[in-house]
């Protein structure tokens, strides 16, 4: 009838589908969005680490913001949230990370891994390593990655992790990992302060992805890194950060211990900490936690 053909168009309309009445043959569907919906994302999935929960915003703040939210109501390990864009979205230091609808990936994993919090931080680098295996499985592009946080494809920023945890002093309670990846934003979508910084898979590619395959494959090869990485510790994936560290070797401003320091970086240890030489020192340094400000040469 009209009416069931009228309730499907618009049910279509309302998830963001194009379509127009052409005259004398009903209606014509103008595309596809990029969509991210729980059960195309759940098919796409080789494994079943993350097909327990997947909780999806049109808008929201900050996805991990609603993920500590979960956690804090008992929320699943593995419930993945996700949203199309982020009024509030957050980088490390307390940073905006610019999320415009409709483009990009915005999302946050909640976990609930049986570690003392002490080694809890280098989920972080096995999150990257993660990302990175699997931007060049299905893009085709080389990644590089920035202790201790940020992926980098050409030679611009294309996506950042942080992490976030609640503990007792000898429980883990959760770990919330948030991810934010530039898949097909344009120039356009970046402010123009860090326009000539930003890159995007499409960007370098000349061609768009559909977020949820990206994001399919990122959650598979999470459940790859993270096995080993509670099998085997970071040790054991360290050969993968080494070969895509875009610090060794290179003259870095170090910001750590409320102090700013030049020096080089000597690669990341087998506890995921950078090692770290000063101008003019023979002594190399561990660093548990800093912000590298500048890298080159």
């Not at 919090?117 to 590089?144: M, N």
């Not at 559909?210 to 994936?237: M, N, T, W």
Request: aromatic share 8%; glycine share 12%.
């Amino acid at each position: 009838s009209r009416a069931a053909v009228w309730k499907q168009v618009q049910g279509l309309r309302r998830r963001g589908f194009g379509i127009e009445g052409a005259r004398g043959a009903g209606y014509r569907l103008l595309g596809r969005p990029d969509v991210i919906e729980e059960q195309e994302l759940f098919s796409r999935l080789s494994r079943t680490d993350f097909r327990k929960s997947f909780v999806f915003f049109p808008v929201t703040d900050s996805t991990n913001s609603r993920a500590v939210e979960l956690a804090g109501k008992g929320g699943a390990h593995g419930t993945v949230v996700c949203a199309d864009s982020q009024t509030g979205g957050r980088g490390r230091m307390g940073r905006r990370w610019e999320s415009p609808p409709g483009v990009n990936l915005y999302f946050s994993l909640l976990l609930r891994p049986p570690l003392e919090p002490l080694h809890a931080p280098r989920l972080t680098l096995v999150t990257a390593i993660a990302l990175a295996a699997s931007v060049e499985e299905c893009s085709g592009l080389t990644a590089s990655l920035k202790w201790p946080n940020d992926l980098y494809l050409g030679g611009r920023k294309a996506a950042g992790i942080l992490a976030e945890m609640s503990a007792d002093p000898d429980r883990l309670r959760h770990v919330v990992i948030g991810v934010g990846l530039n898949v097909n934003a344009e120039p356009h979508d970046f402010p123009e302060a860090i326009r000539g910084k930003a890159t995007s898979l499409k960007g370098l590619t000349g061609r768009a992805f559909r977020r949820v395959e990206v994001l399919a494959r990122f959650l598979d090869s999470f459940a790859d890194c993270y096995d080993i990485f509670l099998s085997g510790g970071f040790k054991a994936l360290l050969p993968e950060w080494g070969r895509r560290d875009a610090l060794a070797g290179k003259k870095v401003l170090l910001r750590y211990r409320e102090e700013e320091a030049r020096g080089k970086a000597l690669g990341v240890d087998e506890s995921g900490m950078l090692l770290f030489r000063r101008e003019g020192s023979a002594r190399t340094e561990k660093v548990v936690s800093g912000e590298i400000l500048e890298f080159g040469g």
